[in-house]
């Protein structure tokens, strides 16, 4: 019965995956950041993520101040290697790379010398913040961003759980522009159930323009291939995501 049950969640996973085809953030380039730690845990993700339906995968490696302060040339040599092992290993995924950019003084200081970011696709650039405590400032860098032309995503805006007595910043960043990205994993509970509800609510108002799975480790992976969300089914159907266009 285990077995029979196990199969039909990760035939739906899979049509899940295989629906949205692009991933656009991910933690996939060996030994950058908190995600991959060498290269055959990149191939096992990788060919993991191609087996669960994805086509098209955008890893996104933290960009974060004295703690991940990876530049546009590291981020690019890497994905350079892992394109190489991948096409060595004969898996069949198309791999690109963006970044996760933290917005803090480290981001503020690329913008102030314009120095290009890493892009998602077209001018969009996947940001996140504290998931501690209550931003401050983030404003004015999201506007410098939007002033060079960038299109800010705010990564995983329903693990912001403090944010749950103030949901009206969540209006404020879609007034001012930005798009926001739904962990996936989020709807299934695996980060408990106050994010959990957060997402719902997300949903529910339409605010989310992407999904992506955050993909860090294996333990993801099995997770993901274990997903079932009734709530998933009404958020493709909504015309909103922006993932296969991508």
């Known amino acids: 019965m285990f077995k029979l049950f196990s199969r039909s969640k990760k035939a739906e996973a899979g049509n899940i995956y295989s629906q949205l085809r692009t991933d656009m953030h991910s933690h996939l380039l060996p030994g950058i950041d908190d995600g991959a730690p060498d290269m055959a845990t990149s191939l096992?993700?990788?060919k993991g993520m191609t087996e669960l339906g994805y086509t098209r995968l955008i890893t996104t490696p933290h960009v974060m101040g004295d703690m991940y302060p990876n530049s546009r040339d590291t981020i690019l040599r890497k994905l350079g290697q892992v394109r190489e092992a991948v096409s060595a290993e004969g898996i069949s995924a198309e791999i690109n790379a963006a970044a996760e950019y933290f917005l803090d003084e480290y981001l503020a200081r690329l913008l102030k010398k314009n120095e290009p970011l890493l892009t998602?696709?077209?001018?969009?650039v996947l940001t996140e913040f504290s998931?501690?405590?209550?931003?401050?400032?983030?404003?004015?860098i999201l506007f410098e961003m939007q002033m060079q032309g960038y299109q800010p995503v705010i990564a995983h805006p329903e693990r912001y759980i403090y944010l749950q007595h103030n949901k009206e910043f969540y209006g404020e960043l879609k007034d001012i522009g930005c798009f926001f990205q739904l962990n996936i994993l989020a709807i299934g509970g695996y980060y408990g159930k106050s994010v959990q509800d957060l997402a719902q609510y997300l949903v529910k108002k339409n605010y989310y323009e992407l999904i992506g799975t955050d993909l860090h480790n294996i333990h993801h992976l099995e997770k993901l291939q274990q997903l079932s969300s009734p709530l998933l089914s009404e958020l493709l159907s909504s015309g909103s995501l922006q993932n296969t266009s991508l």
Request: glycine share 12%; aromatic share 6%; no cysteine.
């Open 44 to 46: 096992k993700l990788i």
């Open 131 to 140: 998931l501690a405590w209550k931003p401050h400032g983030i404003k004015d």
């Open 120 to 124: 998602i696709s077209g001018n969009m």
